[in-house]
């Protein structure tokens, strides 16, 4: 099975971006979906973007406009890039896959918003 491995995480101001990774052990081109969630303490996971095998995004109303989720189906690797971030987006960023074999989620990498 695919292992997933998420870096870019960090400590970041109100208005700042990062750049998450979510590198894959093996290949990603049998992942018809690929995404990003969050979860921030004392609530649910929750979607933040989507990205098909296509390349076609999808994102969740909040980050609309501000994140850019991307995959590359070469380096087997999703990004997502994030700007103008607010404290509420704090939270523990998880990479995701789908195949019709495996759901598969890596272990996560904090973002951190504040000043």
């Known amino acids: 099975q695919v292992q997933l491995v998420e870096s870019g995480g960090g400590l970041v101001q109100p208005g700042g971006s990062l750049r998450l990774s979510c590198a894959a052990s093996?290949?990603?081109?049998?992942?018809?979906?690929m995404g990003w969630y969050r979860q921030a303490p004392g609530k649910q996971r929750e979607l933040v973007a989507l990205?098909?095998?296509?390349?076609?995004?999808n994102y969740t109303d909040a980050v609309k406009g501000r994140f850019t989720i991307s995959r590359d189906n070469a380096k087997n690797t999703l990004y997502v890039q994030m700007n103008s971030l607010k404290p509420e987006d704090t939270a523990v960023y998880y990479c995701?896959?789908?195949?019709?074999?495996?759901?598969?989620w890596g272990q996560g990498t904090q973002v951190t918003v504040s000043s």
């Open positions: 995701n896959a789908r195949s019709a074999q495996y759901n598969t």
């Open positions: 990205i098909t095998i296509e390349g076609r995004p």
């Open positions: 093996g290949s990603i081109a049998s992942f018809y979906l």
